[in-house]
Structures are given as structure tokens and as C-alpha cells.
């Protein structure tokens, strides 16, 4: 019997303010530009949303970040759901799965769950937005300083450390991350969307300048300045509505935790395992009907052990899994065909989560895959620390 | 400010950690280890992530390990570091169990490997020690 939240709820509405170096606009503001965009493309006014997730980027750390006050900015009056959610990269796909819940459990009929962030300035290099931590003047005081102290900075430092580990272990080779970053660049290539859309060689992946060793620059994700915001509404009146309907069929997250001493394996087993089960379950489909992947690229490396993690190949054998190309054009499982985080736009969860929404509805013009039945879209979060998911799909059931 | 009259970040001690810098300044690896299931844990905090029990007691590691994994910096982050640039970090796995970030010393970047032995060797500084790993 099918699970009775299968295809209960749909993305009806999807809005996006250019993405980038976009600079004049606080986070506040860009979040209004998206759900405004929302609303007009799912048809609705703004007086029928009647709930509101929030999802601040990096700012919402460092300053200037949305959060509840959003609520009154967007003039958003009689809310019956309500929430300032982070759960760092998994969040976009988490407030698809909260709003999906409350829509079931009669607590709201539509909801807007919103990403916006600003870590860019004009005249400062993206680095700068990322690596913050540790560079505070003043010595770091405690246990935690003797990151710092060893030169540990941000988040390429955690991810470089994964991506040995898994080398070391399983003959992971750099070619098969610089795989995955050609493959990603291929669909940005044919996305309007995409800031990198020049062709990219493996020659041009490996004289790209190293930031940590295993990780090229060309390893690792954009930053951007912009805001996504998606409107989750019930199936039955998604039918009716001014967008082709994406039906959410499946949900799961998976958060490993991490002991930090010996008998885990954070580096190569990720929340993605645990979120496999629960998502693929609740859908009724198994890593052999997914038809397209929108993973979140914070990395490359990220790609290949989340393909492990789902199944679609054994632990380990991500690397040959990738080697054939087979995540680009034309290959037997499209992978990130907006150009991911990679190539196209860094909007956290929002990232893989607006792909598969546009491949999901047939819009996806020169990148749309032929076969967008199963779309299953990923978040990460932290030092793959925590995961979300959903399986989307354009049929109700 | 130019780079070079920038410090490196140089923890210092407060009271949680202080047994921990403590032991540092005089050679010693200093480790929590749970009072009532025997869980050791990293420094610093006082609850222990196996069984929630706030009893412990400070042990002294063997300063033995091997390097779980490693990277090799380029990117200039603090401008303390440029001067090292490509520096090593690594997380060395003890003996007895713990994790801890930490960098390699005496040995060059290339014969850096997962796996490889290691011996803790304290980084001295005015007024605490870090710890460092070299090779075994």
C-alpha cells in the first residue's frame, strides 16, 4: 500500500531573483523579490499564503540574515505556520518536508518556504565570505582554538579532508572529481541560470589552483548573492493551479552525528544512508527508477560519496561510478543539470531543489531531460553532517 | 598591517580547558575519560557523548596515533600562515580513541600518508603548548 503522504503535497509555485554577484539589495529585500515571483507564478495572491518558512543563508550566522521579521516585511497577516529554520544545507529540502507535513495535518494550505543571502561584497573575493572563522582579532580561547591554530579555515578544509580519506581508502582518484565538475559544466553550458556556462576540459580542472589539496578551486561550490522561494501547497489543489504540479512523493533526512573518535566514519558515510531508506520508502522506489539526481554540490567530492550513500552504486565506487560521464548530457543518470553549485548558482538546498523543480515541470528548455518521472533532490549540510531529501516527481501518483 | 606582524591565533587557556594546556606545557597529552562507562573523550566538556554522565577524570594520553586523513593548504586565509603556505593539516586518531585536528611536523607534505604513525610533539609557545604530531 502506498504511503499515505505519497503525493499529498505538490510545488506549485517557484520564484527566483537573479543570482550572483548581485549586489543593492539586503536579503530581506531579495527574499521579497522571490516570493513575489512565487506567488504570480503559482497563480495565487498573497493573501492566500497562509504559511511562511524561512531559511537565512550564511548571513543568518554573520549578520544580516532573514529571519522572523521577514513575516512583516512581506505583509504576510494571519500565518498559521510559522518558522526561522537552519539546518545549514538540508534545510531548503527540510521546509519542503515540514510544509508538506502541516499541509496534510490541516495546519496550512500553501506555504512559502524562502532562502535568501547575501555573503558577497562588492570588491571582495568569495573566500572571504566562507573562511571567516578563526581570523577574529584576539586569541581564540579554549579547545576549539586549536583549529585555528593549525590553520583549519572553513568549510574546503573539512570537505578536503573527506575527499583524502576516501581516496585513501578506495583508489578515489582526481580525475573523478574533475569528472564530476566537467559533467556539472556540460548542463551549465545550457542554463541561462548558470554564472560558469564556458565548456570546462580535465586539462583546465587540474591546472586549476589548488585551495586544499585534494581539492582544486574547481572542486568547490560557487558563492552568491540571491534568493529562491518555493510554494508547497495540497495535491488536490495543486490540479488547478497556474503551474504543471510537482508532486512530492517522498521525504527522509539522515544525521549521523559524529563521535570524533574511533568507530565512525564521517568522512565516507554520510546522513545521505540514513535519509536513502526513509525517502525511498515513502516514495515506493528504489535507486534503479530515479531517473534524474539534483544533489547538492558543495563539493565534488559531495557528489560522489551522496551516489554511493543512495545506492546507485556500492560503497567506494563512486569514482568509477562518475568516470564515464555518465551525470552529463546524455548519460544514463543526469545529474545536477542546472549546473549545480558547482557551475550555476549557490543557493544552498535551494540550489538542486529549483532544478528539480524545473525539470519536474518540463521547463528546463535546451537542459530538460527526456525522462524527469523521479527526481531525487539532496541537501547537505556542515562537514556532511546533516542531510535532507525529497523524491519529486510530475506525476500525482 | 602587513602579514608578517599579524599572530598567528594562539589559543589560550580557559577553565574548562585548563588541565588540558596545562598538561601541554609540561609534555603530557591530557584526555577526559568518563567516570562511570570509561568513554575517552577530546577535551573539553563536561557531559560525556556516550552516556550523559558529568563524571570524569583527566588521563594522560600515550601521544600515540596515526593520521586518519590529511590536507595540503594553499589558500591564503589568515595572513599568519601565508609564510608556511602549502602548509599540512591533519586529523590524528589516538590510541585510545579520540580524534583531534592537529599538523604534522617533521616530515615533508609528499610523504604525508593515511595510516601513518604518529607521536604527539608539543608546539611551545609563551604560555601554552600545542600538540603537534610527528612521524613515529
Redesign the interface.
Known amino acids: 500500500m502506498a504511503h499515505p503522504l505519497r503525493g499529498a503535497t505538490a510545488i506549485t509555485g517557484l520564484g527566483m531573483t537573479p543570482m550572483g554577484r548581485v549586489f543593492g539589495k539586503s536579503a530581506s529585500e531579495l527574499a521579497a523579490d522571490a516570493v513575489r515571483t512565487a506567488i504570480e507564478d503559482a497563480g495565487l495572491q498573497k493573501s492566500d499564503i497562509d504559511g511562511l518558512l524561512i531559511n537565512p543563508g550564511i548571513t543568518g550566522i554573520t549578520g544580516g540574515g532573514i529571519s522572523l521579521p521577514l513575516q512583516n516585511y512581506l505583509g504576510l497577516t494571519n500565518l498559521r505556520l510559522l518558522n526561522h529554520m537552519n539546518a545549514a544545507g538540508s534545510t531548503a529540502a527540510q521546509m519542503v518536508q515540514y510544509a508538506s507535513m502541516a499541509i496534510a495535518a490541516g495546519m496550512a494550505n500553501h506555504v512559502v518556504c524562502v532562502f535568501a543571502d547575501t555573503p558577497l561584497s562588492e570588491g571582495k573575493s568569495s573566500g572571504a565570505a566562507y573562511g571567516g572563522a578563526g581570523r577574529a582579532p584576539g586569541r581564540p580561547r579554549g579547545m576549539s582554538g586549536l583549529y585555528a591554530a593549525s590553520g583549519y579555515f572553513g568549510p574546503n578544509t573539512g570537505y578536503a579532508l573527506a575527499a583524502r580519506r576516501h581516496m585513501a581508502l578506495y583508489g578515489t582518484k582526481q580525475e573523478h572529481f574533475g569528472q564530476i565538475a566537467i559533467s556539472t559544466r556540460q548542463w551549465a553550458t545550457m542554463s541561462p541560470l548558470a554564472q560558469m556556462r564556458e565548456p570546462l576540459t580535465m586539462e583546465e580542472y587540474h591546472a586549476s589552483r589548488w585551495i586544499i589539496e585534494p581539492l582544486h578551486l574547481l572542486d568547490c561550490c560557487l558563492v552568491s548573492n540571491g534568493a529562491i522561494a518555493v510554494i508547497v501547497s495540497a495535491a488536490d489543489r495543486a490540479k488547478s493551479m497556474a503551474q504543471p504540479p510537482v508532486y512530492v512523493w517522498g521525504m527522509g533526512q539522515g544525521h549521523p552525528g559524529d563521535t570524533n573518535r574511533a568507530g565512525s566514519a564521517p568522512e565516507t558515510e554520510t546522513g545521505a544512508k540514513i535519509a536513502a531508506e526513509t525517502v525511498y520508502r515513502m516514495a515506493g522506489v528504489g535507486p534503479e527508477d530515479v531517473t534524474v539526481c539534483q544533489l547538492y554540490d558543495c563539493y565534488t567530492y559531495t557528489v560522489l560519496v551522496t551516489l554511493e550513500d543512495y545506492g546507485f552504486c556500492k560503497k567506494g565506487e563512486g569514482g568509477p561510478f562518475v568516470e564515464d560521464g555518465k551525470l552529463g548530457p546524455g548519460g544514463s543518470l543526469p545529474t545536477n543539470t542546472g549546473g549545480g553549485e558547482l557551475s550555476g548558482y549557490y543557493m544552498w538546498g535551494m540550489t538542486p531543489l529549483s532544478e528539480g523543480i524545473i525539470q519536474g515541470r518540463g521547463q528546463g528548455g535546451e537542459r530538460q531531460v527526456p525522462k524527469n518521472d523521479v527526481i531525487l533532490v539532496t541537501g547537505n549540510g556542515g562537514i556532511l553532517n546533516y542531510h535532507a531529501s525529497l523524491i519529486l516527481s510530475p506525476h500525482a501518483s | 598591517m602587513s602579514e608578517q606582524t599579524v599572530p ?7 577553565d ?2 585548563r588541565p ?1 594546556f596545562e598538561g601541554a606545557m609540561e609534555g603530557r597529552l591530557m584526555l577526559m575519560k568518563c567516570g562511570k562507562c570509561g568513554t ?5 566538556r563536561q557531559h560525556c ?2 552516556c550523559l554522565s558529568s563524571e570524569y577524570a583527566w588521563v594522560q594520553s600515550s601521544g600515540r596515533g596515526s593520521i ?8 591564503r ?2 595572513p599568519a ?1 601565508v609564510p ?1 603556505l ?2 599540512n ?3 590524528v ?1 589516538l590510541e585510545e ?7 604534522i611536523v617533521g616530515a615533508s607534505n609528499d610523504a604525508l ?3 601513518m604513525p604518529v607521536v604527539v610533539d608539543f608546539e611551545q609557545h609563551e604560555d601554552v603548548a ?2 603537534k604530531f610527528r612521524p613515529a
Do not use: C, W
Open positions: 598567528k591565533p594562539i589559543p589560550e587557556a580557559d574548562d580547558s588540558f575517552v573523550r577530546l577535551p573539553s557523548d556516550n586518519r586523513t590529511f590536507g595540503i593548504m594553499h589558500q586565509y589568515h600562515f608556511e602549502p602548509y593539516l591533519a586529523i586518531e580513541g579520540p580524534r583531534l585536528v592537529t599538523n600518508e593515511v595510516g600545542i600538540p
